[in-house]
């Protein structure tokens, strides 16, 4: 978050295009063991029948509760759901020194796409979008923009609202800036994190997650916590904040502000239907 203004749009344009599309069936691969089950249930009486399913049914919840982190597709299916709430999240425990990560630089200067107004994005989006009613002092510039996508293939009705506050006009992320995403599916461009970093938080009544920190390709952050040639470095002034409320699921980004999770939550506790 600390390359060039233009870096910025460029980079959100090149993480709507390739946003991860997968979405896993747990129940399919449950079914047929719980039927097969339950078949061989039928020889026995009607009050045995009913403890012994009563018990299987504890059994299977005891089961995907254990191995949420043991099955890979059962942790998978978790991660899809944390993936829906705007943060993807990545086992470093699971890459090594070699693994590649692409770098994407800004090769030509331009200006921030023109603005919507928020009724233009009321009218344009199929959902209510709340917005704060405080921010933290400075945030004098308010950048509106939608980005559409598949509804076929990503999962929401075709449209993501995107807000940008910033303390310059020309939105530059190291002068401070705070992106707020909105959509009625999964956000469809995560932020990559430390899965380490995550932790859970109660937002307006509803669970959500809060992650502080960056990765970084200087040499600083935590050595045991890598990706390819980054480090996960949880000083670096970067916050996030992630949550679903009445079917819509939102995305707070923090990037030089000086923001903790305290401040993150009050701007979410803060939102009103405009």
Not at 8 to 30: F, Y
Not at 167 to 182: D, M
Not at 231 to 247: E, F, I, P, S, V
Request: a negative charge; zero cysteines.
């Amino acid at each position: 978050m600390r390359n060039n203004v233009q870096s910025h749009w460029m980079l959100r344009q090149v993480a709507e295009e390739h946003a991860p599309r997968t979405t896993i069936r747990l129940w399919p691969k449950i079914e047929p063991q719980a039927n097969s089950r339950i078949k061989r249930e039928s020889h026995f009486s009607a009050p045995r029948t009913a403890k012994m399913r009563a018990a299987l049914g504890l059994i299977i919840l005891a089961m995907l509760i254990g191995s949420i982190g043991a099955i890979p597709a059962v942790r998978a299916f978790a991660e899809d759901v944390i993936q829906r709430m705007g943060i993807a999240f990545i086992n470093t425990d699971l890459r090594d020194s070699h693994t590649t990560v692409a770098k994407v630089e800004a090769t030509k200067a331009l200006p921030p796409p023109q603005s919507l107004t928020i009724e233009e994005l009321q009218e344009q989006v199929a959902f209510p979008v709340m917005l704060p009613t405080w921010l933290p002092d400075g945030l004098s510039y308010t950048h509106i923009s939608i980005s559409a996508y598949d509804p076929q293939s990503w999962q929401g009705s075709g449209k993501k609202a995107s807000i940008d506050y910033s303390r310059s006009e020309n939105f530059e992320p190291a002068s401070g800036i705070l992106s707020l995403h909105a959509n009625d599916g999964p956000i469809s461009a995560p932020p990559l994190l430390a899965e380490s970093s995550q932790e859970a938080v109660i937002v307006n009544g509803q669970p959500g997650y809060y992650v502080h920190g960056a990765w970084q390709d200087d040499g600083r952050g935590d050595p045991n916590i890598k990706m390819g040639i980054l480090q996960w470095d949880n000083q670096a002034d970067d916050a996030y904040l992630t949550w679903t409320q009445n079917g819509v699921t939102y995305l707070l980004e923090a990037h030089n502000l000086g923001l903790e999770s305290d401040d993150l939550i009050r701007i979410a506790e803060s939102f009103e239907k405009r």
